[in-house]
Nanobody, 122 residues
Framework: QVQLVESGGGLVQAGGSLRLSCAAS????????MGWYRQAPGKQRELVAT???????NYADSVKGRFTISRDNTKNTVALQMNSLKAEDTAVYYC????????????????WGQGTLVTVSS
């Protein structure tokens, strides 16, 4: 079993910054992609940013230039640095990771964190 634990959410004023962190633990063989998603009240969960094991990143257009995703493969962690926050960034942020299955199994499986609330006051 593996799990993801997030930290770093909170209340911040518009224009401010927050850093979210997520740590994977348990029986980890290897981790493929990791990422952050968010869900605002009354809206569907949406992708914020992803990062592969090789470090390739992908961002939602709404956060490009403001958010930066990074990961430490030695510690099985992923972080999201959020700058120039806007009221519309208010949401519950979820960490996601795709874990590779160990031999002789094949394929992978996804795990979600419990979510951390980010509130941006205008």
């Amino acid at each position: 079993q593996v799990q993801l634990v997030e930290s770093g959410g909170g209340l911040v004023q518009a224009g401010g910054s927050l850093r979210l962190s997520c740590a994977a633990s348990g029986s980890i063989f290897s981790i493929n992609a990791m990422g952050w998603y968010r869900q605002a009240p009354g809206k569907q969960r949406e992708l914020v940013a992803t990062i592969t094991s090789a470090g390739s990143t992908n961002y939602a257009d709404s956060v490009k230039g403001r958010f930066t995703i990074s990961r430490d493969n030695t510690k099985n962690t992923v972080a999201l640095q959020m700058n120039s926050l806007k009221a519309e960034d208010t949401a519950v942020y979820y960490c996601y990771a795709e874990f590779a299955k160990p031999w002789p199994s094949a394929g992978s499986f996804g795990v979600w964190g419990q979510g951390t609330l980010v509130t941006v006051s205008s």
